[in-house]
């Protein structure tokens, strides 16, 4: 296979490469790897050995970033309605929903603990910058989360999902404007909104108005529509989006006896697929740099560079590599797929025409204020007058 320049003849001018492993944390250009992939459901330990196998794998092709969906630590209950069914009674859910919820509570992790712990030194021992979406435990209350890592193996902190979907409200806490972190890498400012969210213009703002370059969207939304509103937000932010989704099959999940699968009529057959992915990375100017797939599980790979990068054909066997120069726009032979490579100018470049937080934002007629501040439900002022004031995960450096 050879790649040539679009538009012109039938001669190759670029030939298949070895691919090279290893991370060059120096080097000019950033290699972000969206990870398509589906829980261990009900496995918390089988899961984080699947993350590490596709952390690993990302890390070979020379990933300095690997974003996970949402949800893969602790799995999203795709299918189950925890005994609401349509008719939701608060008062007298099934028992059997209760049993439902109890798996899930013990498939969930508690942040910071032990699989954070586990998380982070997989990001330490193949250095790189991991976002994991997780569902995150505290008591009785759970979180849908996503955790960040630095390549030294260290937690940075976490974005709480803000504004649950749907059913999701019956299982998920809400999240406030303590976790709506933006991270100052030395890839660029990295950021996470998760699924729905993304469709906040108040909450994407947040984002833009802390200097988001690299913005990762981990969802479970795997509509074609959802496409536009990825290429939206990277025209409108100026940065480089990121969107992992999970593929899965309904054998990813528990059988029938033990998880009842609802929304699709009747019990869908082993092989039936409820989840084809979508994942995709899409340049500042809403250039598909990867993706979108929706063939399986895979790891979608794209540079966001400033010089000669390469870009990996993960769909191929062997995987090949091809280097050529930021902005250009080839298409591979008997194919109508065109591939892209970007470089992190193209983030100033975007915008000069439009700084949605910047001199597009007229703060004389429209403002947003974001608390940041924690709202618990229980304080106890002489404990809060001998410790520290609770610090938000806001912007941080690593």
Not at 128 to 138: K, N
Not at 223 to 228: E, N
Not at 250 to 270: I, N, V
Request: aromatic fraction near 10%; hydrophobic fraction near 40%; charge should be negative.
């Amino acid at each position: 296979m050879a790649l040539l320049p679009s538009g012109s003849g039938s001669t190759p001018v670029i030939a298949e490469v070895e691919m090279n492993g290893g991370a060059d944390q120096s080097a000019t250009t950033v290699r972000a790897t969206v990870v398509q992939a589906s829980t261990v459901f009900y496995d918390t330990p089988a899961t984080l050995d699947k993350a590490e196998r596709l952390i690993a794998e990302a890390a070979g092709y020379g990933s300095q970033l690997v974003v996970f969906p949402e949800a893969f630590v602790g799995g999203y209950p795709r299918g189950s309605t925890f005994g609401f069914g349509i008719n939701i009674s608060m008062t007298n859910p099934k028992d059997k929903g209760k049993g439902e919820f109890q798996k899930y509570h013990a498939a969930a992790i508690d942040v910071p603990g032990p699989e954070v712990t586990c998380l982070a030194a997989m990001a330490g021992k193949y250095k790189v910058f991991l976002v994991m979406g997780v569902i995150e435990r505290e008591g009785h209350t759970l979180y849908c989360s996503v955790l960040f890592f630095d390549p030294l193996g260290r937690y940075l902190g976490k974005h709480r999902k803000m504004m649950p979907t749907a059913l999701e409200r019956i299982i998920w806490g809400f999240g406030d404007g303590s976790t709506i972190p933006v991270y100052d890498t030395p890839l660029g400012k990295i950021g996470a909104l998760i699924c729905w969210e993304n469709k906040m213009p108040l909450l994407r703002t947040a984002l833009y108005g802390k200097g988001i370059e690299i913005y990762c969207a981990p969802t479970a939304d795997s509509r074609p529509v959802w496409q536009a509103s990825m290429t939206h937000i990277a025209l409108e932010g100026g940065c480089f989006v990121l969107s992992a989704n999970q593929f899965c099959r309904r054998k990813d999940y528990p059988p029938p006896s033990e998880y009842a699968f609802a929304g699709l009529g009747e019990e869908p057959s082993p092989d039936t697929v409820v989840c084809p992915g979508g994942s995709v990375i899409i340049s500042p100017s809403g250039e598909v740099l990867a993706g979108p797939n929706y063939d399986g599980e895979a790891l979608i790979t794209a540079d966001l560079g400033k010089a000669l990068t390469r870009y990996y054909m993960l769909s191929v066997h062997p995987p090949c590599a091809y280097d050529f120069v930021p902005g250009s726009q080839f298409v591979l032979e008997d194919s109508d797929e065109m591939l892209f490579c970007a470089d992190m100018g193209e983030i100033v470049r975007a915008k000069f025409a439009f700084d949605v937080v910047g001199h597009y934002a007229r703060p004389e007629v429209l403002s947003l204020v974001v608390d940041d501040q924690p709202h618990r439900p229980v304080s106890f002022t002489c404990a809060a007058e001998k410790t520290p004031a609770a610090k938000s995960d806001g912007t941080a450096k690593p």
